[in-house]
């Protein structure tokens, strides 16, 4: 009894310090590292930097947000207007086509939720680039493509509507989509038939990249129907200024 | 004797548990660290993608201000006017009309992939591309490019052939500055891709058709 509860305390002993060895050893192998800055201090260019980037972000987000009241209050005035005549009626259905069309209303209807995550893997090997375990631009361009492909009406990514000027950009390993930052999880919302939308996705011709990103890297993807969804309204500008009519 | 090669072997497992831990966690601290700090250089280039972005939507702004005002004070026929050019500013926008204009032209010859068209497109978009077509067939919002059965590409499920050319209105020395300059798409294709040539050329005068089909919502609603 004695002999042991011995053992078993010497055990975990040995445990520990083969544990902490471990540890201390790889550690060394590693070689000392600097720490990742946390902040910049106040005057350094870094931090200017840091600080010009979220008085612009903040200046979009009101800029975004006057140009929903206006078009709202536009598209009010343009109704009323319309309610006189009939001719202006048919005139006010045409605009209201078209504004959807652009993707300049908000629209809910049944379709898919297209789910894009970064790679869970801890061990890179030493070999890859860690690039290929996160999500990049083009895999969301590839998979909005072939959404489109499968005829969805509208689509949007996180919180951005995806419209006729839409760039979905990389700076660095940040996605920007209508010049605006998102993070991930990537979530693209589009309106359609679920079952066809879900079935282009899963077609071998298609995604052929970022399937191989799932299958090896551990890339995160996933489809799911759903029977209501709702989608934004684009926020954006857009301007037509050096095309006209022939 | 048989508590001691246990305890041995416990003692190396823990071992090596001890180094896959920390090897774990450098190799995720290393993956945060690469998420988290942008490099000066991409934070210049966000500090630019967002001061353009700004003035793109206080024009916008500018813009929507004065049609309301149009809408509030001016007489009818100046309302109905408004309302005229508005539906034009759409219809070009959603690509159901033909125009013309000022822009770029971009041939490609040589092999190019989907993904290398999708990148193109895309650059063209965020350069402030108006109008596209490829291969004379208009590229609206909603139009695909994915590869066809015979090897060539599809363009909104009709097939194009090479050389694939872009035609784009727009500015055209903004267009092709932001082709052409240095680290841009152009280069990552002429360092990349093995016999693709790229030509950009500005334009004076070019022809945009219009969509072939024009959309109609059958699971979409707009919400009032």
Redesign the interface.
């Known amino acids: 009894m004695m002999k042991q509860s011995l053992a078993s305390r010497s055990n975990l002993t040995l445990t520990l310090m083969a544990m902490v060895l471990g540890l201390v050893l790889a550690w060394q192998l590693e070689g000392p590292r600097a720490s990742p800055p946390v902040g910049y201090a106040p005057g350094d260019p870094r931090d200017r930097a840091v600080n010009a980037i979220k008085q612009l972000e903040d200046e979009q987000t009101a800029l975004k947000a006057s140009i929903v009241r206006l078009r709202s209050e536009l598209a009010a005035s343009q109704s009323q207007m319309a309610a006189d005549t009939g001719r202006l009626q048919r005139f006010a259905a045409d605009l209201d086509l078209q504004r959807a069309t652009a993707g300049l209303t908000a629209m809910h209807g049944p379709g898919v939720v297209v789910t894009l995550d970064d790679s869970n893997t801890r061990n890179v090997p030493a070999s890859s680039d860690p690039n290929i375990f996160v999500i990049h631009e083009y895999d969301l361009r590839d998979v909005i493509n072939v959404l489109w492909l499968a005829g969805a009406e509208a689509i949007s990514v996180n919180d951005e509507r995806v419209v006729g000027n839409t760039s979905v950009y990389c700076v660095g390993s940040t996605v920007m989509v209508n010049t605006t930052r998102l993070s991930p999880p990537y979530v693209i919302r589009a309106l359609g038939e679920p079952a066809i939308l879900a079935e282009t996705l899963r077609n071998p011709a298609y995604l052929i990249l970022l399937r191989q990103k799932v299958e090896r890297y551990g890339i995160k993807l996933q489809v799911a129907q759903a029977s209501k969804l709702t989608l934004p309204a684009y926020t954006g500008g857009f301007s037509v200024r050096h095309s006209s009519l022939p | 004797m048989n508590?001691r090669a246990?305890?041995f072997s416990?003692?190396?497992v823990?071992?090596?548990?001890?180094?896959?831990?920390?090897?774990?966690f450098?190799?995720?601290?290393?993956?945060?660290?690469?998420?988290?700090?942008?490099?000066?250089a991409?934070?210049?280039?966000?500090?630019s993608?967002?001061?353009?972005?700004?003035a793109?939507?206080?024009?916008?702004?500018s813009?929507?201000?004065a049609?309301?005002a149009t809408?509030?004070s001016a007489t009818?026929q100046a309302?109905?006017q408004a309302?005229?050019d508005?539906?034009?500013?759409?219809?070009?926008?959603?690509?159901?009309?033909?125009?013309?204009?000022?822009?770029v032209e971009v041939t490609l010859a040589g092999p190019a992939s989907v993904?290398d068209l999708?990148?193109l497109l895309?650059?063209l978009?965020?350069a402030?591309?108006?109008?596209l077509a490829l291969n004379e067939r208009r590229i609206?919002?909603?139009?695909?490019?994915?590869?066809s059965a015979d090897g060539s590409l599809a363009v909104d499920?009709v097939t194009i052939r090479r050389p694939y050319v872009f035609a784009a209105?727009?500015?055209p020395d903004t267009l092709e500055t932001a082709l052409l300059r240095p680290g841009g798409l152009l280069t990552v294709f002429s360092n990349s891709r093995e016999g693709l040539v790229v030509h950009v050329l500005k334009q004076d005068h070019l022809?945009?058709p219009a969509h072939a089909s024009?959309?109609a919502?059958?699971?979409?609603?707009?919400?009032k």
């Open positions: 508590t246990s305890q416990i003692a190396l823990t071992f090596f548990l001890g180094v896959l831990l920390m090897a774990q450098t190799t995720q601290q290393r993956m945060d660290v690469k998420r988290a700090s942008a490099s000066s991409d934070g210049a280039l966000l500090i993608n967002l001061v353009e972005g700004n793109r939507l206080r024009l916008e702004v813009e929507l201000e049609q309301l809408y509030r009818n309302r109905l309302m005229s508005e539906l034009n500013h759409l219809r070009i926008f959603n690509g159901d009309m033909e125009v013309v204009g000022p822009g993904l999708q990148d895309n650059e978009r965020n402030g591309a108006e109008s609206v919002a909603s139009s695909s490019i994915v590869p499920n209105i727009g500015d022809t945009v024009s959309q919502f059958q699971y979409a609603v707009p919400m």
